[in-house]
């Protein structure tokens, strides 16, 4: 099998990265409406409280309104999703006519006609150089992924994550690490500069984390913490992997969605309920003695009890409260959209998840 990286993003990063852009003749700025940023361009200001296929549609046709040579999205992960999908209208009915029972949705291989440069304000989704988007189809939260979301150009510039609240920093340092971490421990060996670049990410984001965590917010380590978050992407780390070895992504996809909280609060809760189980050695979720190789990367001890300290030191211990009746409609969603021949829970029945949920849920 040859090893290939799948994203061609340019990523410019520095202190006044931003300046460096080229806008070309007829630019379009889409920004979240809540972001006080303002920009001497047309802009288009997208109201996130609510991102699904409408969203969706209406950005499409705004954008094509406007006719743009170079489309800018500067914002959070839900944000860039968006202008991801919307860049190209096809892209809104594939997603209605194939996303209503699976969780994934592969999409075909079309760009727009014009170039992308993204510039995220969040840290941690690496949604910037992705070549996959989040979007809401009725109830569900699909995944959508194709070659062709993934924009020409990124920015990371720690000026547009300035005003980001502590805690959102030291989760997206959290998901960067398990979107390392969980794919490596899901998947069979593979050696060389995957696995080598796999451990120097994960051993940065710790130290990046912990920085984080004694209150260090400053550019720089801001900047550091979204480089590294945006390299998980685009580097070797993630190549010849399971692409759906991180059972815990889907797990807490579900979770959150039913709950109504951020998914990294629910990832928080569910990922040591996963880990206890694959150190007791259901290999359904994992590899133990891969889970303890990446936890040598981090810190001394076992990884369930290892990664609670590390959750209360960085001030993430989840307190995640769900009624049984809740749990119950996340396990079905999860068995429906990820599970049965499908190959992202495929081995698991509903009422696994449900007692995953039902440990890591009060």
Same mark, same amino acid.
């Given at each position: 099998?040859?090893?290939?990286?799948?994203? =061609?993003?340019?990523?410019?990063?520095?202190?006044? #990265?931003?300046?460096?852009?080229?806008?070309?003749?007829?630019?379009?700025?889409?920004?979240?409406?809540?972001?006080?940023?303002?920009?001497?361009?047309?802009?288009?200001?997208?109201?996130?409280?609510?991102? $699904?296929?409408?969203?969706?549609? *209406?950005?499409?046709?705004?954008?094509?309104?406007?006719? +743009? $040579?170079?489309?800018?999205?500067?914002?959070?992960?839900?944000?860039?999703?968006?202008?991801?999908?919307?860049?190209? =209208?096809?892209?809104?009915?594939?997603?209605?006519?194939?996303?209503?029972?699976?969780?994934?949705?592969?999409?075909?291989?079309?760009? !727009?006609?014009?170039?992308?440069?993204?510039?995220?304000?969040?840290?941690?989704?690496?949604?910037?150089?992705?070549?996959? #988007?989040?979007?809401?189809?009725?109830?569900?939260?699909?995944?959508?992924?194709?070659?062709?979301? *993934? +924009?020409?150009?990124?920015?990371?510039? +720690? %000026?547009?994550?300035?005003?980001? =609240?502590?805690?959102?920093?030291?989760?997206?340092?959290?998901?960067?690490?398990?979107?390392?971490?969980?794919?490596?421990?899901?998947? +069979?060996?593979?050696?060389?500069?995957?696995?080598?670049?796999?451990?120097?990410?994960?051993?940065?984001?710790?130290?990046?984390?912990?920085?984080?965590?004694?209150?260090?917010?400053? !550019?720089?380590?801001?900047?550091? *913490?979204?480089?590294?978050?945006?390299?998980?992407?685009?580097?070797?780390?993630?190549?010849?992997?399971?692409?759906?070895?991180?059972?815990?992504?889907?797990? #807490?996809?579900?979770?959150?969605?039913?709950?109504?909280?951020?998914?990294?609060?629910?990832?928080?809760?569910?990922?040591?309920?996963?880990?206890?189980?694959?150190?007791?050695?259901?290999?359904?979720?994992?590899?133990?003695?891969?889970?303890?190789?990446?936890?040598?990367?981090?810190?001394?001890?076992?990884?369930?009890?290892?990664?609670?300290?590390?959750?209360?030191?960085?001030?993430?211990?989840?307190?995640?409260?769900?009624?049984?009746?809740?749990? %119950?409609?996340?396990?079905?969603?999860?068995?429906?959209?990820?599970?049965?021949?499908?190959?992202?829970?495929?081995?698991?029945?509903? %009422?696994?998840?449900?007692?995953?949920?039902?440990?890591?849920?009060?």
């Amino acid at each position: 099998m040859m090893l290939r990286r799948a994203c =061609p993003t340019t990523v410019h990063a520095g202190a006044r #990265a931003w300046r460096s852009v080229n806008l070309g003749r007829r630019p379009l700025i889409v920004t979240d409406a809540g972001l006080s940023f303002s920009f001497d361009v047309p802009t288009i200001r997208l109201d996130t409280t609510s991102t $699904d296929l409408g969203t969706v549609r *209406a950005l499409s046709s705004q954008i094509a309104d406007h006719a +743009p $040579d170079v489309l800018v999205g500067v914002g959070g992960g839900a944000v860039l999703d968006v202008v991801k999908l919307a860049g190209v =209208p096809d892209f809104a009915d594939v997603l209605e006519a194939r996303g209503q029972r699976a969780g994934v949705v592969g999409l075909p291989n079309i760009s !727009p006609a014009f170039r992308r440069v993204f510039v995220p304000t969040t840290i941690g989704t690496g949604a910037e150089v992705s070549p996959v #988007a989040c979007v809401r189809i009725g109830v569900h939260r699909r995944l959508a992924i194709g070659n062709a979301l *993934a +924009p020409e150009s990124a920015v990371l510039d +720690p %000026a547009f994550t300035e005003t980001l =609240p502590p805690v959102l920093l030291r989760e997206g340092v959290l998901e960067a690490l398990l979107r390392v971490v969980g794919p490596f421990v899901g998947s +069979p060996r593979i050696g060389g500069l995957p696995d080598a670049e796999a451990e120097m990410l994960v051993r940065q984001l710790v130290a990046v984390g912990e920085r984080l965590a004694s209150g260090d917010v400053g !550019p720089d380590v801001r900047l550091t *913490a979204a480089t590294l978050s945006a390299a998980t992407h685009t580097g070797w780390a993630l190549v010849g992997r399971d692409t759906y070895g991180a059972k815990h992504w889907y797990l #807490a996809n579900e979770l959150s969605t039913v709950l109504g909280v951020r998914k990294m609060i629910a990832t928080a809760a569910v990922v040591p309920a996963v880990w206890t189980r694959i150190m007791a050695g259901d290999r359904r979720y994992g590899d133990a003695g891969r889970l303890v190789e990446a936890w040598s990367w981090i810190s001394d001890g076992t990884p369930v009890s290892g990664l609670h300290s590390l959750l209360r030191r960085w001030d993430l211990a989840p307190s995640l409260v769900s009624t049984a009746d809740q749990r %119950a409609e996340a396990s079905r969603r999860a068995e429906r959209s990820w599970g049965g021949r499908l190959p992202m829970l495929a081995d698991l029945t509903a %009422a696994d998840v449900e007692e995953v949920y039902a440990s890591c849920s009060t």
